[in-house]
């Protein structure tokens, strides 16, 4: 089913929440008319470079700027002694979780600009500012730095065994925490005693986000006021400035931070890095505006990354294909220093989340985090979810094989029943409402899962392996109860802040302290506006971004602007309509207890010829002359919403594949997604979600990657090497919804921004994994390359002698004995 998009004039007011309407944001974008913040051009701006280190693990001896000092243009060039010297505080921040929650948690120092010792190849020494870019650039080469080069190590596995070279001196061969979830002894007694198990090892591989625009900033300070400016590529502007406040010793309430246009974060434009902090700081000694704009290798090299686990996990099962228990432990790479939610994400975001659709008695998960010579790993989209998603779903698929049970009908006996909602898992969260059998229900519809396996046996008689892979994802988003947070060790309150404005004309301007980046924020809170105050959609424009502007606001990540943001918008338009209900009562000469409110009108009940609409009341409020004694003028509420729990979207997803075993290419003939992300503002917008959050995670299944040498530097550092997937590698995708409201919110939604990252990745190794099953493969490591795969498929007949050799172009032997090649065109 594709949503098709309708013109907002083509919609009736009423009809407003829940249409497709086309986003508005769209024309600026698409014509250039939009301003990124490296659009920005102030007048007298210096411009910033950045020397990184060439190295992933170094002592510093030296830096020798004075060349670079007296290179024509340049203003300045800093290093971690001038920071020190100008008394900034100079470290980077993290946020979560507290030490409280997370004891073992090793808070090992980040400082802006490295402190005698580099741990990443592309971390920060040494920032010039210049009249030009490319001035600063040049003068980078004037710049010499004296390194004592170290061992490297960049995988969990290996930084945590005995001898690994390491990191931080206070960190216990690496150790940056281990931590727990779950019953161990009630999950030891259900392996003890249980009838079947299976287990597995994988990994989740490294990545790199890839937003289109590059990280960047513009910061101007005016020293008569002593207020600085800073515009950046940012997803969370007032968390920004809290931090960078602190990083730099700039006071909170004179440091602006406004996101111009944002062009995509996934993620990595939440945290704090050391570029932005420069920026700031080095206007503020300048006295001038100064300029940053990450080149492309930069951002490879020095964006957080995300994933980073090596898992052993097992399940516990009865004959009857009942799950009993679930064993995790994972390894999981923090990379060189905390970032700013890293901690949070390979605990707190992955371990609760292991329970995954499933009913599971007993749940016992350790994570070890360790530090390792890459860039620090954090939220990237799905953030922990994914992980544990994918692990589940794994499983999902070994279990059902184990027993030689269907898996649809083993994943079908194990789903939380829909009476057995609000769900309290063992691993510490609730989930609020759910209905897992719908949306598998409708996705093997779409797949004709009835005659499935009968087409995959035709298949294979011809030599041609078809395989199905089933994802049925849950996920928390909607971040978070306040309360719960901060029991989850987050060092911050989740709530959202809102502002509906009216002017005295009837528009209303619509403030919240999220910060889309792509997500079309402005069509759909101006459809939640206008739906609660009846007002026609054009009337209501969105402000995001801006902490000058907005009052306060978290931002935007973890699938949580819909849910927190936009429900804090129907509570300050609910206080709205409050107040203009009095003022309507008071003009209509009636008791307020008497007036209703519809479609943007007051009326007296029972005499509906007296009514007043809304937009006159606006005007009436700013009049003042004719309002209830003691009112303040003005149309305007404010909301802090704080929500009771988490949401937890879910949904189905399969992948129809075909393999070839003799190149181990993979072919899509069919992807199919159905989600159930509750009541849906927009549905054309949540079906964009899905599609980019779909591509992202066949990404991950069978093209990304970030891959270290030995010496931990990074090889796929460009486009060239980092294969993020072009729009002739995604399948067309098939999509439909359900709809389970969430109790928990006034809009009755859950998220959908990570929805389709968090279900594709496995849905398209369990396809590969069931047509591969003739060669005795149970699954290929991610990224799924043809390589990769050939291999798989070839490795059995190598073992064996079998029949392939390695350069023949010939599949191996089919266990059953089929000729893998025969028909297969194994010649081509
Ligand atoms: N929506 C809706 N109905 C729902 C849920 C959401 O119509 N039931 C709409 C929302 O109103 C919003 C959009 O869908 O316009 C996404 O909403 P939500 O799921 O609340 O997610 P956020 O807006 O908080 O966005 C964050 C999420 C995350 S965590 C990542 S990562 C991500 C993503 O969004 N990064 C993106 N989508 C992205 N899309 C783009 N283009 N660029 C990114 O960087």
Same mark, same amino acid.
């Given at each position: 089913m594709t949503v098709d998009s309708v013109d907002p004039d083509d919609v009736d007011a009423a009809d407003i929440l829940g249409s497709a309407i086309e986003r508005r944001e769209d024309p600026a974008l698409v014509t250039g008319d939009a301003e990124y913040t490296d659009d920005i051009q102030l007048p007298n701006t210096a411009h910033m470079a950045i020397l990184r280190s060439q190295y992933a693990h170094a002592d510093i001896e030296d830096v020798d700027t004075s060349e670079a000092e007296e290179m024509e243009g340049v203003l300045g060039v800093y290093t971690h002694d001038d920071l020190a010297r100008e008394d900034t505080p100079g470290e980077l921040p993290f946020l979560v979780p507290t030490a409280w929650l997370l004891p073992s948690l090793n808070a090992v120092d980040h400082p802006i600009l490295a402190d005698g010792r580099v741990r990443y190849q592309g971390e920060a020494i040494a920032a010039v500012v210049a009249e030009e870019r490319y001035l600063a650039h040049d003068a980078l080469d004037g710049i010499d730095v004296d390194y004592e080069r170290r061992d490297a190590v960049t995988t969990p596995g290996d930084a945590l065994a005995s001898g690994a070279a390491e990191l931080h001196g206070d960190a216990d061969r690496n150790v940056a925490f281990d931590w727990e979830i779950g019953d161990e002894s009630k999950t030891d007694d259900a392996f003890e005693s249980a009838a079947n198990t299976v287990e597995i090892d994988l990994e989740n591989q490294l990545l790199i986000p890839n937003a289109m625009e590059p990280r960047a900033a513009v910061a101007d300070y005016s020293p008569g006021t002593d207020e600085l400016d800073v515009f950046m590529t940012t997803q969370n502007p007032h968390v920004h400035r809290l931090l960078m406040s602190g990083v730099i010793g700039h006071p909170e309430h004179k440091l602006r931070i406004k996101a111009p246009e944002v062009g995509g974060g996934f993620g990595s434009k939440i945290h704090h890095y050391a570029d932005e902090a420069l920026v700031a700081w080095a206007s503020k000694h300048l006295e001038r505006p100064v300029k940053w704009t990450a080149t492309r290798s930069e951002t490879y090299l020095t964006d957080a990354q995300g994933r980073g686990h090596e898992t052993h996990a097992e399940l516990a099962v009865s004959d009857d294909g009942d799950i009993e228990g679930l064993r995790v432990d994972t390894k999981a790479n923090l990379g060189a220093y905390l970032s700013t939610f890293a901690p949070a994400v390979p605990t707190y975001l992955y371990g609760t989340l292991l329970s995954g659709q499933y009913d599971i008695p007993a749940i016992h998960c350790s994570v070890d985090g360790a530090f390792t010579n890459v860039p620090p790993v954090d939220a990237y989209r799905g953030a922990g979810r994914p992980e544990a998603s994918f692990l589940v779903e794994r499983l999902m698929r070994l279990g059902a094989k184990e027993l030689g049970m269907d898996p649809v009908e083993f994943r079908r006996r194990n789903f939380v029943e829909p009476d057995q909602f609000p769900y309290e898992t063992q691993v510490a969260v609730v989930y609020d %409402?759910?209905?897992? $059998?719908k949306p598998m229900e409708t996705a093997l519809d779409m797949v004709d899962y009835d005659s499935f396996r009968e087409r995959q046996e035709q298949a294979r008689e011809e030599g041609r392996y078809l395989g199905i892979g089933f994802s049925c994802y849950i996920e928390a988003c909607g971040l978070a109860p306040s309360e719960l947070a901060g029991q989850l060790?987050?060092? *911050?309150?989740l709530w959202e802040s809102s502002v509906v404005r009216f002017h005295p004309s009837g528009t209303v301007t619509a403030f919240c302290g999220t910060s889309g980046h792509g997500q079309g924020h402005g069509t759909t809170y101006a459809q939640i506006v206008a739906n609660e105050l009846g007002i026609p959609y054009d009337d209501v424009e969105v402000v995001e971004g801006d902490t000058d502007e907005i009052p306060h606001g978290m931002g935007t990540?973890? %699938?949580r602007s819909a849910a927190v943001g936009g429900s804090s918008l129907v509570k300050s338009a609910e206080k709205v309509v409050d107040k203009a209900k009095e003022i309507a009562a008071h003009q209509l000469e009636a008791d307020p207890e008497d007036v209703e409110f519809e479609d943007g009108k007051f009326r007296v009940s029972g005499a509906p010829d007296r009514n007043i609409g809304i937009q006159t009341i606006a005007q009436e409020a700013y009049l003042g002359h004719d309002t209830p004694e003691g009112m303040e003028p003005g149309l305007e509420a404010t909301s802090f919403y704080d929500p009771d729990n988490f949401v937890f979207p879910f949904g189905t997803h399969v992948a129809i594949v075909e393999v070839?075993?003799?190149?181990g290419e993979i072919e899509f003939e069919q992807y199919v997604a159905v989600d159930d992300v509750g009541n849906q503002i927009n549905p054309k917008i949540v079906e964009g979600q899905i599609h980019g959050g779909v591509a992202q995670g066949i990404g991950q299944a069978l093209y990304e990657g970030a891959e270290y040498d030995d010496n931990g530097s990074l090889v796929t550092g460009s486009m060239q090497d980092y294969a993020v997937p072009? *729009? $002739?590698?995604?399948p067309e995708m098939e999509t439909d919804s359900t709809v389970t409201p969430s109790p928990h919110n006034p809009l009755g939604v859950k998220g959908v921004g990570e929805a389709g990252t968090i279900a594709a990745p496995q849905a398209v190794v369990n396809a590969v994994a069931d047509a591969l099953e003739p060669f005795g493969v149970e699954g290929v490591e991610m990224p799924m390359t043809a390589e990769r795969v050939w291999e798989a498929a070839n490795a059995q007949a190598t073992a064996d002698g079998s029949g392939n050799a390695s350069n023949s172009g010939d599949a191996g032997e089919p266990r059953d004995g089929r000729d893998a090649a025969a028909d297969s065109g194994g010649e081509n």
């Open positions: %409402s759910g209905d897992y $059998e060790g987050a060092q *911050a309150g990540y973890g %699938s070839d075993p003799d190149s072009k *729009a $002739e590698h995604i």
